[in-house]
């Protein structure tokens, strides 16, 4: 079992930037690949980005290329995502999730489909103001 704690949403500015942690306990952080998925009201889960338990490659959707980065401290079992140039269609509450990797694995086929994921924390808020 993998407990996830996300923290560091509140509400900004279009333009500012946040950045979110997701404090992990339980099982051996790094033998985790992890992601972070948003939702929006009366939308679907969305894929945001996805980082490899070394954290030797990531990967982000095409909405958020380029302003999001995803990063990892294994000594500290803590995921990030650094956001900036936030615009208005990135409110969402924001959760990241820990899936089992390794020779096909799920995640390895799929990392940006969120039934490949284990675990999931509780989310947190970003409002971007325009």
């Known amino acids: 079992q993998v407990q996830l704690v996300e923290s560091g949403g509140g509400l900004v500015q279009a333009g500012g930037s946040l950045r979110l942690s997701c404090a992990a306990s339980g099982r051996t952080f790094s033998n985790y690949a992890m992601g972070w998925f948003r939702q929006a009201p009366g939308k679907e889960r969305e894929f945001v980005a996805t980082?490899?338990?070394?954290?030797?490659?990531?990967w982000a959707a095409n909405s958020v290329k380029g302003r999001f980065t995803i990063s990892r401290d294994n000594d500290k079992n803590t995921l990030y995502l650094q956001m900036n140039s936030l615009k208005p269609e990135d409110t969402a509450v924001y959760y990241c999730a820990a899936a089992r990797h390794g020779p096909g694995s799920s995640w390895n086929a799929e990392p940006e489909n969120p039934s490949v994921y284990d675990y999931w924390g509780q989310g947190t808020q970003v409002t971007v103001s325009s």
């Open positions: 980082i490899t338990w070394s954290g030797g490659s990531t």
